[in-house]
């Protein structure tokens, strides 16, 4: 997925009410619209569905929720709006407005990378979600190898990063309270020959 820039100097209300009426989904970076181009790939679609999965089924009898990738996430302190591939509060939910399609306190925010996402995604995304008071986890997931990053703030606000590489090592989503395998994130994913 690789992003459009589009000149325009929208109010964050301005930008939900063109968002609303939109055939595809764009960004919102303090006035700017951004554009995402469709069309993430096979493996993307899978790994990002089998994390909401395992996130979704772990809270079913809890008081916390699970969003997919058409739930914008509210950066209030840099005014801008994403979509999260996955994105997990416990308790209840700040949304922007009445429409309850945005929120603001998320604590844990899932991204599964891609080519042209991978840099954003580490960097200008994670210094944004950074932004918000709740949010104190940040799982980066490979879609192509098994790989999954977890970024997790201690309580002195410092991060920290554990990387997991084996099917059977337990990621702790301590922010929500939940465990899962790395490999149920990779349930029928087919990693491509290497080099490819």
């Known amino acids: 997925m690789s992003a459009l820039r589009r000149p325009s100097c929208l109010t964050p209300h301005e930008y939900l009410r063109a968002e609303r009426e939109a055939a595809f989904k764009s960004d919102y970076l303090n006035g700017i619209v951004v554009e995402a181009m469709a069309g993430a790939r096979y493996r993307h679609n899978l790994v990002a569905g089998n994390t909401f999965s395992e996130i979704h089924s772990a809270l079913r ?67 944004e979600y950074r932004l918000i008071d709740t949010f104190s ?22 991060w920290t990063c554990d990387t997991y590489t084996e099917p059977d090592q337990a990621i702790v989503l301590e922010s929500i309270g939940i465990t899962f395998r790395v490999g149920d994130l990779y349930e029928k994913v087919e990693f491509p020959p290497p080099g490819t």
């Open 137 to 158: 986890e940040y799982l980066l997931i490979e879609p192509d190898r098994m790989e999954a990053e977890l970024h997790r703030k201690d309580g002195e606000g410092r």
């Open 61 to 127: 009898d809890r008081p916390c929720v699970a969003f997919g990738s058409d739930m914008k996430v509210r950066i209030e302190k840099a005014n801008v709006f994403r979509y999260p591939d996955v994105s997990a509060v416990c308790g209840p939910i700040d949304f922007f407005d009445e429409v309850e399609d945005a929120y603001g306190n998320p604590q844990l925010i899932c991204e599964v990378l891609s080519p042209s996402t991978r840099s954003l995604d580490r960097h200008e995304k994670f210094a």
